[in-house]
């Protein structure tokens, strides 16, 4: 069925027509309609198109997140961890790591005793505890033996600890040490160059 001119020179489609027949819409009252029914199409256009361009505008908002984020690991991965290194815990727990590395291979038992002595000593959570741990394990995966950055790694225990707290963590070391048997040279080494480091004269 054709469109049909109204008065005014507006035109219907059929659908319209029927309603308009139905309802009983005068001539005159055309433009009133035609102007409302035009409002709600505008209305509803933009707000689709604000919920589009808003939905876009929050994926592209997380894109940026995400490609920082990226670039910010970039740089860790491409620096050893222990450049940049300023939480005296993460620093404590790599010598505690490295003393127990120098008996071979870290057993569950030293894992479990130096995870419970950083619970204890730093009064953190066993999750703080667990990604200490695996933070030490991976900056000496990176410098093969904390002795030869030993100045670096002491620098934040020096600048934040006390002096009781830093006696406390030679304490830990010599108590890491002992877990799987007597303390090696190599350990007492440590263990000696870590207390002038940390406790000098």
Not at 28 to 56: K, N, P, S
Request: charged content about 25%.
């Amino acid at each position: 069925m054709p469109s049909a001119e109204l008065a005014g020179g507006a035109f219907v489609c059929p659908a319209t027509q029927v309603m308009i027949a139905a309802v009983g819409i005068r001539g005159d009252q055309m433009h009133i309609l035609i102007a409302i029914l035009g409002a709600l199409a505008a209305a509803f256009w933009a707000f689709t198109y604000f919920v589009g361009a808003a939905r876009e505008g929050r994926e592209a908002i997380r894109d940026a997140h995400g490609a920082i984020r990226g670039a910010k690991w970039s740089r860790k991965v491409n620096q050893r961890l222990i450049e940049t290194i300023a939480d005296p815990r993460e620093a404590a727990a790599i010598l505690l790591y490295q003393i127990a590395q120098y008996d071979g291979a870290v057993t569950d038992r030293q894992r479990a005793a130096i995870v419970g002595d950083m619970r204890a000593a730093f009064s953190a959570d066993a999750e703080t505890a667990e990604g200490l741990f695996a933070f030490a394990r991976a900056a000496i995966g990176q410098i093969n033996d904390a002795a030869n950055s030993l100045k670096k790694i002491a620098r934040p225990i020096v600048e934040a600890c006390t002096e009781d707290e830093r006696r406390q963590l030679i304490d830990m070391m010599l108590k890491a040490a002992e877990i799987e048997g007597p303390v090696s040279d190599v350990q007492s080494r440590l263990i000696a160059d870590a207390r002038r480091a940390l406790l000098p004269e």
